[in-house]
Nanobody, 123 residues
Framework: QVRLVESGGALVQAGGSLRLSCTGS????????MGWFRRAPGKEREFVAA?????VYTDSVKDRFTISRDNAKNTVDLQMNSLKPEDTAVYYC???????????????????WGRGTQVTVSS
């Protein structure tokens, strides 16, 4: 069992930056692939970024967002730069026990989810 808690969400102006953090419980945290997803108002949840054997990003955040992890601290961070109003969403952290790089963008492959943190980007 892994418990995930996100933090770092805030209101920020377009062009600004935020760093989201997800802290996980459990001694096996390092064995999980970790992902960030988001859900904008009125939209389906979508993949943002993930880190397993490698990192994977959705096209809309490439070159703006960076995912990283610190297994000693059981954390995975999402550094978000050059934020746009369309990045406004609730951001969720997720953990996958078994994975392949090609499956990291699929939410159904994740076993544990946090409750989310709100990111609002004003224009």
């Amino acid at each position: 069992q892994v418990r995930l808690v996100e933090s770092g969400g805030a209101l920020v102006q377009a062009g600004g930056s935020l760093r989201l953090s997800c802290t996980g419980s459990g001694r096996t945290f390092s064995s999980y692939a970790m992902g960030w997803f988001r859900r904008a108002p009125g939209k389906e949840r979508e993949f943002v970024a993930a880190i397993g054997w490698s990192t994977v990003y959705t096209d809309s955040v490439k070159d703006r967002f960076t995912i990283s992890r610190d297994n000693a601290k059981n954390t995975v961070d999402l550094q978000m730069n050059s934020l746009k109003p369309e990045d406004t969403a609730v951001y969720y952290c997720a953990a996958a026990r078994q994975y392949a790089t090609r499956t990291l963008s699929t939410s159904a492959n994740y076993d544990y989810w946090g409750r989310g943190t709100q990111v609002t980007v004003s224009s």
